[in-house]
């Protein structure tokens, strides 16, 4: 490829970027949220009603706008890779931030939201921006390739929602703020505690096997027993293995010892080719008492049948009854405006009758005009569209004012979780990307995703590599309930720093993938 071609890709994945990320307006709205926050004009009660507003009705609105006009029958082809890719996507995120979790230590409010800042992206305004930017230039078709992108985000944004609400993934945020909070030196004792654990338990593991490994490499060449006194009290049998490097004395249990400490020396203890009892070396060794026998002591203890089934018949009752707890849990969960506000918008999207009583244009369809020529209920979707163009300011302005509630003096920068803070950033910007594009390609070589729809395999690339969700920051305020988000502020700021380049290089090097 010429120079002259990946300057000119290169520059196509720059611009989109430097509209949404430069922005002088996107900028100022932070920088409000930031400043009012400071000057003591803002304070926690309201951030926390800010984000009951956004997520109860400006979120909503958002949805509705975004996938009615999007979204058409003539995409339900590919609804499949996108829904598969977008919950690999998810399981990849939860999956990193539980190792981060496992490795460093994470404060104790933030213990479960960890796990959503990972699996859950910032799907919106951030890939729908690049999207629509990279897709209006060439080697791209303008106006069909657009809106095409945008109908394929906004699967990735019915998964998000879904999970995020009506699956309870928001439910991890809440978790975070129950029971009694710990210090931070408790947390990490607590830690060590559980690491020292991992390395002793890894530590006699390695043992076991390399005691495995002694007795089955180096062949026996000669066995006998003898008996001989243990400590003087009475005798005990001995068998002695001679090797070809070594000498090995095993002492048999005597048969008041237990059935289970038996069983665990002689198989530790023993070579599998002299457990055999018919065989001719272990003839002059009294075998122990069967584990049969133990069987039937533990059988007889048990209790009879009927109350076995009973118990039985109780955990079965147990269950259902829960199974029924979450179900009617998870369709109330349904009913709340972000979630519903998905449903009805892809039920109308995905019917032409519907969705040309809100769109114009909707082929197949002849649905009588309002006096103004438009659609019967056009009016609801210019509102709708007017009420979610306060969305993104208003994520923007809520997040300066979480920025300025984190108050961490220069010199105290070790009392962040700094080694989960960089995994987290470089595992949602550089690993995930990575994987996302393998995982890509792979499903464009089998043919689950189709190798000639360029818009799709864009989409699908690009979205493996966003931020945490600034949802995350309205969650925490409103489940802290005292509207502050410190915790995720901190995680936050390295990411969309990072951002600048990470997706620079993922929107180049797709493109260089797919036009290259």
């Known amino acids: 490829m010429s120079s002259i071609v990946i300057g000119t890709l290169l520059w196509i994945s720059v611009q989109p ?43 909503p609105n958002l949805m509705f706008s975004t996938i009615v006009p999007s979204f058409n029958s003539s995409n339900i082809t590919e609804l499949g890779p996108l829904v598969l890719v977008a919950l690999i996507y998810m399981l990849i995120g939860i999956t990193l931030s539980w190792i981060i979790k496992q490795l460093f230590w994470v404060p104790h409010r933030f213990r479960h939201g960890i796990l959503v800042a990972g699996g859950w992206a910032n799907i919106g305004d951030v890939p729908i921006s690049v999207a629509l930017s990279v897709m209006a230039s060439a080697p791209f078709n ?56 991992i390395l002793s338990r890894l530590a ?19 066995i006998h027993t003898e008996v001989g ?66 069987a039937e002591k533990v059988s007889t203890t048990t209790g009879p049948p009927d109350s076995i089934t ?18 009617f849990g998870f369709l109330r969960s349904l009913l709340t405006p972000p979630s519903l506000s998905i449903i009805v918008s892809f039920i109308i999207a995905i019917i032409p009758s519907l969705k040309a009583l809100f769109v114009p244009g909707v082929p197949g369809t002849h649905i009588p ?15 709708a569209t007017f009420i979610s163009g306060a969305s993104v300011p208003m994520g923007l302005i809520t997040l300066g004012s979480a920025l300025a509630r984190l108050s961490i003096p220069l010199n105290q920068l070790s009392s962040l ?53 600034t949802t995350m920051v309205f969650l925490t305020q409103v489940y802290s309930g005292t509207g502050n988000a410190e915790h995720l502020s901190a995680f936050l700021i390295p990411q969309y720093i990072i951002m600048f380049v990470s997706m620079t290089a993922i929107t180049s090097f797709t493109l260089h993938i797919l036009f290259g």
Request: negative net charge; proline residues 7%; contains cysteine.
């Open 17 to 59: 970027l430097i509209r949404l990320q430069a922005s002088f307006s996107r900028f100022l709205c932070v920088g409000c949220g930031f400043g009012v926050t400071k000057a003591g004009l803002l304070p926690a009660v309201a951030a926390r009603g800010i984000g009951l507003v956004i997520i109860n009705v400006t979120t």
């Open 142 to 197: 303008g106006t069909d390739d657009e809106n095409l992108a945008v109908s394929y985000i906004a699967v990735f944004l019915l998964v998000w929602s879904v999970t995020l609400f009506p699956l309870g993934g928001h439910r991890c945020v809440m978790m975070d703020f129950e029971g009694p909070d710990l210090e931070n030196d408790e947390v990490k004792e607590r830690l060590s505690t559980k690491h020292s654990k």
């Open 204 to 222: 006699a593991v390695f043992l076991h096997l390399r005691q495995i490994f002694l007795f089955n490499h180096p062949p026996v060449k000669e």
């Open 310 to 327: 009973g118990h039985v018949t109780v955990a079965h009752a147990h269950w259902f009854h829960k199974f029924i707890s979450l179900a």
């Open 369 to 383: 005009s309002a006096p103004d020529g438009q659609p019967p209920l056009a009016l609801i979707m210019k509102t």
């Open 229 to 294: 006194q243990n400590s003087g009290e009475k005798e005990t049998p001995r068998v002695t293995f001679t090797h070809e490097d070594s000498v090995t004395t095993c002492y048999r249990p005597s048969e008041q010892e237990e059935i289970g400490v038996l069983t665990l020396t002689n198989e530790h203890m023993l070579p599998p080719k002299f457990l055999d009892p018919t065989s001719p070396s272990l003839t002059s060794v009294q075998p122990g008492p069967l584990l049969t026998d133990g």
């Open 417 to 469: 979780p700094l080694g989960a803070i960089g995994s987290l950033a470089v595992g949602r910007l550089v690993v995930m990307p990575v994987l996302g594009i393998l995982i890509c390609q792979q499903f464009t070589h089998i043919g689950l995703i189709d190798p000639s729809n360029n818009v799709l395999r864009f989409v699908c690339i690009l979205l493996s590599g966003l931020p945490t969700a």
